[in-house]
DNA sequence: TATTGTTATACTCTATAACTATA
DNA sequence: TATAGTTATAGAGTATAACAATA
């Protein structure tokens, strides 16, 4: 539906009456899904040069900061299906930013470790990453950052404790 | 990395040490997936039955709302692509859920409207949409949810004012 | 020319089953 | 028997381009 109205000057704008989403807009599945969304499209714009994507830049991050894991632990972690980490972490290793080393004492799996160019790309995306986590911390005020991280965390996890 | 402790008891017990997720777990995207994901998956269980996606429902409830709505309004109210809006609403039209009714003065368009059976199942919907709600709700306590769904909305959308 | 609905299509994300080589 | 990693595959969700009918 869309409406005509006039200004003080005169002027016509046209605008959309909005549509009512009642109940469906205060449920948290889809207030979720809407802010996860305006964050994820967020991301994809400023690693669009860097070609990472919001898994990609979590397993580099968490193997900076746990060299040698292997990768069940890693996917479990992150809650990645290790079928799919495969796939993920092939993508990484071809481009030189990560890699499998063999490990001592169990011939099936796996450490993995950052590559040193793998370093150096993730300060480049720390960079980004907080400029992009600085855009919507500004939406909501810094004050209310850690308040919702914790809520966010008892809605995922509810043995989570703050 | 399997640690393997021994209870008072003297059983062996065997945990895994958590991976530290570090930056990475205070990323306000990483924390509105986890919960998203978590949302969804309980969404999906209650609704198996009635093999009802989110998407789905949303669309029923909205035209609940609001009869006689043009696709176009439907879809953007939502976030769907009005290409996408089209499969998704055979399937409801195709399951005696909802209808595309000819619209008099421009035939073009659709106005769309929930059939009776389609107004039916929204009530048995609805109440597994309360009990789905209360159990998250359940999870940060009443008197945060207000709370997390203006930061929510506050994150998707910068001028919304609550 | 612009809009509404549509088709075709492709890419990402996620999920399951089944395999291999080791343990 | 169980575990780590892998392959193949299928289903959702989401995206773009191009079209027909109508405004």
Redesign the interface.
């Known amino acids: 539906?869309i409406k005509i109205s006039r200004t003080a000057d005169d002027d016509l704008v046209a605008f959309?009456s909005?549509?009512?989403?009642?109940?469906?807009g205060?449920?948290?599945?889809?207030?979720?899904?809407?802010?996860?969304?305006?964050?994820?499209a967020d991301?994809a714009e400023r690693m669009a040069e860097d070609d990472i994507r919001?898994a990609q830049?979590?397993v580099l991050?968490?193997l900076q900061?746990?060299p040698g894991?292997r990768q069940a632990?890693?996917s479990?972690?992150?809650?990645i299906k290790r079928t799919n980490f495969v796939p993920l972490f092939d993508t990484l290793e071809r481009r030189g930013l990560a890699e499998r080393r063999k490990v001592e004492g169990d011939r099936r799996s796996f450490a993995l470790y950052l590559t040193r160019a793998g370093t150096r790309l993730l300060t480049v995306l720390d960079e980004k990453?907080a400029a992009?986590?600085a855009k919507?911390?500004g939406?909501?005020g810094l004050a209310?950052?850690d308040?919702?991280?914790g809520?966010?965390?008892?809605?995922?996890?509810?043995s989570f404790e703050e």
């Not at 479990?76 to 809650?79: C, D, I, P, S, V």
């Not at 809520?151 to 509810?158: G, K, N, S, V, W």
């Open positions: 539906m959309e909005p549509v009512a989403l009642g109940p469906v205060n449920l948290l599945g889809y207030a979720l899904r809407r802010a996860q969304l305006a964050v994820f991301f919001p830049y979590s991050k968490v900061l746990n894991l632990q890693v479990e972690a992150l809650g990453i992009h986590e919507f911390v939406r909501i209310n950052k308040t919702l991280l809520l966010l965390q008892r809605i995922a996890d509810p």
